[in-house]
């Protein structure tokens, strides 16, 4: 393509004009052989851009995560053997396309509990990556401390003496007060009813932990510190009293057990779990430490510090862990899993639970999909094993993870062996949508995919497996379009549907589930959903 195409060229002109240049003599593409015009080429390369940025942002910020980590944790001395690195790189080979694993995360967890498994999980890989597969758009309902009563009506909480939502404060009924109200109830608790407090964000937690107010509180302090907090959200609670069996002199605030819950077939079940708690040593420094517990409640025979990856078999004072075991834990077992059974729609939780002085199990805290180093450090594993993680691995890294894709005709949505075709940006009047693109099988074209183009033609190959019922919205008046026989089928199919009790919203999981992936099983299963509804079951 000859450089007079731009007239009266700026600096940011002549790169773009270098770049297309550059890319026109190495491409094989036969589409840029055709008439382009100036403002299709400057958009076109736009695309190509912002996709490649997108794409890139998907799994830097895993890699980011897993820097900081390194760099923040005493890592280990010594090294795996090379059946133990083989064995890492053998589980993690089949999610490459989305995630290249550093085997830094498995040696650090290995070496810091004495216990190896090749599928341990770095933090940026489960936040960035797998929260597809724990998230949902009630995530922030559920994990606010407002909302537990709503949720949870006949599982005790901490008592709330006021709460700050969205910069306004509300008393423990919910009824609007003022900031110096809420400081004054805050030192009537401590001083008059002799009540330690704690000051804490509504969701989630602050870096350096909770905030506390003893006896030595006043109206003025406690203002002083609500106007230095940045979170618009937090709640203020009477600190709950463990169970005598729950408690030691060693420890800083209350004991919890740390319940992992992940929901498997639509059943919650609990993968790992560890006492939590904050201990002083013989110079008052506080650290936290967490000590496994056994599924009878015993605990193990030795304490990790969980950032520090220090181990201990006894408290400061020359008390044991061993032999010890957790009052009433099978009650707290059935607490957590009865509240999971309510919220299945976050699949993977981490749950604060303990028991007060009355035995009565209490909610201190629920963190969607968990803190998976915590339980790992000490060799647990937050998703119950190598095997069930790799259910959810090829949920998240194989059949949901694709990259945003561009060329001088297409947006598309490359996944490990497919592609989705996601708009047209071509010229040309006749559209056959392609075979291949990036080497791979095109399967798929997404909704609006060719709106506003004003086409006269669309032709689809037969490698097509699913169109979206929206995907040649707006694309032509009289645009004729050509699908295989197959598309013809599934559309009846969808119609048929549709017009069933309920068929509405199983077309719609269809279509969210299998859009991208198993296209092969489409067919089988629409043939079964049909045979099943139409038998009434």
């Known amino acids: 393509m000859d450089n007079q195409l731009f007239s009266e060229k700026t600096e940011v002109e002549e790169v773009v004009a270098e770049y297309f240049v550059k890319t026109s003599q190495e491409s094989n593409d036969s589409s840029l052989s055709r008439p382009l015009r100036k403002y299709h080429i400057f958009e076109r390369i736009a695309g190509m851009i912002n996709a490649q940025k997108n794409s890139h942002g998907l799994v830097s910020a895993v890699y980011r995560s897993e820097d900081n980590f390194f760099k923040s944790r005493p890592m280990p001395q010594g090294s795996l053997s090379e059946e133990q690195l083989k064995e ?29 498994d090749p599928s341990y999980i ?4 489960n936040y960035h990556c797998l929260k597809k597969f724990w998230d949902s758009y009630k995530t922030p309902f559920i994990s606010d401390k407002n909302n537990y009563g709503i949720l949870f009506p006949d599982v005790k909480r901490p008592k709330v003496i006021f709460s700050r939502i969205g910069g306004a404060y509300y008393d423990a009924s919910g009824e609007p007060t003022k900031k110096e109200d809420a400081a004054r109830m805050c030192v009537d608790a401590v001083c008059h009813d002799g009540k330690f407090l704690t000051l804490k964000p509504a969701r989630g937690k602050w870096a350096k932990g909770d905030i506390f107010f003893g006896k030595d509180s006043t109206q003025g302090k406690v203002i002083e510190r609500l106007n230095d907090i940045e979170f618009e959200d937090i709640i203020c609670q009477v600190a709950t009293d463990n169970h005598s069996t729950w408690k030691h002199s060693s420890c800083r605030g209350i004991l919890t057990a740390r319940i992992m819950t992940v ?8 993968t790992s779990s560890y006492l939590n708690m904050t201990v002083r040593d013989t110079k008052n ?15 193990d025979g030795r304490a990790v510090e969980i950032y520090r990856g220090t181990w201990h078999d006894s408290f400061p004072n020359g008390d044991a862990f061993a032999g010890k075991t957790l009052y009433n834990y099978e009650k707290v077992k059935e607490a957590v899993i009865s509240m999971a059974k309510r ?21 201190i805290d629920i963190t969607p999909g968990g803190s998976p180093g915590e339980y790992q ?24 993870f694709y990259y945003e894709r561009a060329d001088w005709e297409w947006d598309y949505w490359e996944f490990k062996n497919t592609v989705s075709i996601c708009k047209y940006a071509g010229l040309e009047k006749v559209v056959h949508v392609p075979d291949r693109l990036n080497g791979k099988k095109v399967t798929a074209v997404r909704e609006y995919a060719f709106t506003g183009k004003n086409l006269k033609k669309i032709i689809v190959t037969d490698g097509v497996k699913l169109i979206s019922p929206n995907a040649f919205v707006g694309c032509g008046k009289d645009c004729k379009i050509f699908t295989p026989y197959s598309q013809t089928v599934y559309r009846k199919i969808y119609r048929m549907l549709e017009s069933l009790p309920c068929g509405n919203k199983v077309s719609e999981f269809l279509r969210d589930c299998w859009m991208e992936v198993n296209v092969k099983r489409t067919s089988n299963i629409l043939t079964f959903v049909i045979k099943r509804l139409s038998r009434g079951k």
Do not use: M
């Open 88 to 116: 890492i790189e053998d589980f993690w080979a089949p999610y490459s396309f989305a995630y290249k694993n550093n085997p830094e995360t498995q040696r650090y967890y290995s070496l810091t509990s004495g216990r190896f």
């Open 122 to 125: 770095s933090f940026g890989l």
């Open 263 to 270: 929901v498997f077939k639509g059943k919650p079940e609990i």
């Open 285 to 299: 420094a506080a650290s936290t430490w967490g000590v496994r517990i056994s599924n009878d409640g015993s605990l």
């Open 343 to 363: 919220i299945t729609e976050l699949k993977a939780i981490s749950w604060d639970v303990t028991l007060d002085a009355d035995g009565n199990v209490v909610l």
């Open 377 to 400: 450090v000490y060799g647990g594993h937050p998703y119950g094993g190598k095997e069930k993680l790799k259910e959810i691995l090829e949920e998240c890294l194989i059949k949901r």
